[in-house]
């Protein structure tokens, strides 16, 4: 059975850090890009991050470029997300997401964290 599972959101002031992780089980996790999304309420979901299968290049939304940093480590089936300076606009829900690098409709989400940027 397919699982991403979620952890390190809470709550945390401006400027400050969290480092957001995702254990995988249940597939071919080397096989699957991985992906950072993120909802603010009312808002629409956000692609923020992602890495390709292999690791190597990446790419963000262009504002946390500089602030925050995705990596994975397929030995242990983890994709982390790394952020500082975080800003109150960085709040929402933040949820990972596996697409396989060859079949897109192969696609399994998480059940989000959540991290509020706040004083």
């Known amino acids: 059975q397919v699982q991403l599972v979620e952890s390190g959101g809470g709550l945390v002031q401006p400027g400050g850090s969290l480092r957001l992780s995702c254990a995988a089980s249940?597939?071919?996790?080397?096989?699957?890009?991985m992906s950072w999304y993120r909802q603010a309420a009312g808002k629409e979901r956000e692609l923020v991050a992602s890495?390709?299968?292999?690791?190597?290049?990446?790419s963000y939304v262009g504002s946390v470029k500089g602030r925050f940093t995705i990596s994975r480590d397929n030995a242990k089936n983890t994709v982390s997300l790394q952020m500082n300076s975080l800003k109150p606009e960085d709040t929402g829900v933040y949820s990972c997401?596996?697409?396989?690098?060859?079949?897109?409709?192969?696609?399994?989400w998480g059940q989000g964290t959540q991290v509020t940027v706040s004083s």
């Open positions: 997401n596996a697409k396989h690098k060859s079949i897109p409709f192969w696609d399994y």
């Open positions: 249940g597939f071919t996790f080397s096989s699957y890009a």
């Open positions: 890495i390709p299968s292999a690791g190597g290049s990446t």
